[in-house]
């Protein structure tokens, strides 16, 4: 029997003629369809399930829920329910239910709509702060850095690379800078295994480092620069390492008074002030310094983030250094 007589003989059904206009261009739960059609789930999911094993519907769990919709079906099949729907329409017109069931269709699509708008409207003000499953920093940095142009990269105080292995997704090259022997062994080993490429390991100091002068495009300090003896002059050798038009950013801690970071972490300095950041910046030449506080922690002692960026001047009419680092 083919499938335009067998269907036919099956949305004989009133109800059944009406699921399946409903289904034809939306997925619906069983509540929502039982609300639409005012009637009982016991007989709308029978109604489903004789219309699903005519293999005009097909559903999908979700959790609790089952979602219904139409089967358009491939090649001969889908042509015939194309044809089928047409001919379900013009008999829709007959039905004295047809408009209440598109009215009814209209208020619960709304329903749900406003169901997911409230949710988000009662998270305003806490979005940022609560958990969401899916939602983490790590995966929006992988995002961001994945539409960035591919540029040269020095990650001043690497440590072990996390950062440095990160950035080189989408790099043209990354430079990892570390003044510690074992870490930068460890870094090199992680990426050699991880089969990454452009990831260069160095031993240097942030003072000093092993980079060929106007040959990077952006230096980064994340969390490294209060490791810093000199800072200043860190911030110095970040300056002759970027090419004109560079940018530098630094990731650090804010001035703080926790003096047990001096011994727990090895750190040289305490944090820095927004103002002493944009200070470095200023004695170095840079331009377009901008500082922000982008981060606080929620547990004692409330360790706060501070932000810095700016960039290098291009120098006119002097041509610009494009070696490539070495």
């Known amino acids: 029997m ?3 007589l067998k269907s036919m003989r099956l ?3 009133s109800t059944r003629l009406r699921l399946i206009l409903l289904l034809e261009n939306e997925e619906l739960s069983v509540a929502e369809l039982q609300e639409i059609l005012a009637k009982g789930q016991s007989h709308i999911s029978t109604q489903l399930a004789q219309l699903k094993q005519a293999e005009l519907v ?3 769990r979700t959790g609790k829920n089952i979602f219904y919709r139409l089967k358009r079906g491939r090649g001969a099949e889908g042509k015939l329910m194309v ?3 047409d001919l379900l329409k013009k008999v829709a017109d007959e039905l004295p239910e047809t408009e209440q069931d598109r009215k009814a269709l209209k208020f619960v699509l709304k329903k ?7 949710y988000f409207d009662n998270l305003a003000g806490r979005f940022g702060r609560e958990y969401l499953p899916g939602r983490s920093w790590e995966g929006l940095a992988a995002a961001l850095l994945n539409i960035m142009p591919a540029l040269v990269v020095a990650d001043l105080g690497a440590g072990e690379g996390a950062f440095s292995q990160l950035l080189a997704q989408r790099a043209k090259l990354v430079i990892a800078i570390d003044s510690s022997p074992k870490m930068v062994e460890f870094g090199a080993k ?3 295994s991880h089969g990454i490429h452009n990831l260069e390991y160095r031993l240097g100091e942030l003072e000093e480092v092993p980079v060929r002068t106007a040959t990077v495009d952006v230096a980064f300090f994340s969390q490294s620069l209060h490791h810093a003896q000199r800072p200043e002059r860190a911030v110095a050798e970040a300056f002759r390492i970027l090419k004109p038009g560079g940018r530098v950013a630094i990731l650090d801690l804010l001035r703080h008074q926790v003096e047990e970071a001096r011994e727990m972490y090895a750190d040289v300095w305490l944090g820095f002030s927004e103002a ?3 200070g470095f910046l200023q004695k170095n030449s840079f331009r377009g310094i901008r500082t922000s506080v982008v981060h606080r922690e929620a547990e004692p002692p409330h360790f706060e983030t501070v932000l810095a960026v700016a960039e290098k001047p291009v120098l006119k009419n002097r041509s610009r250094n494009r070696v490539r680092p070495r």
């Open 190 to 192: 992680s990426a050699h």
């Open 276 to 278: 002493e950041l944009d």
């Open 83 to 85: 044809q089928l729907l």
């Open 11 to 13: 949305l004989g059904d």
């Open 2 to 4: 083919s499938l335009l």
């Open 112 to 118: 749900r709509h406003n169901k997911t708008r409230s």
């Open 58 to 60: 097909e559903d999908r």
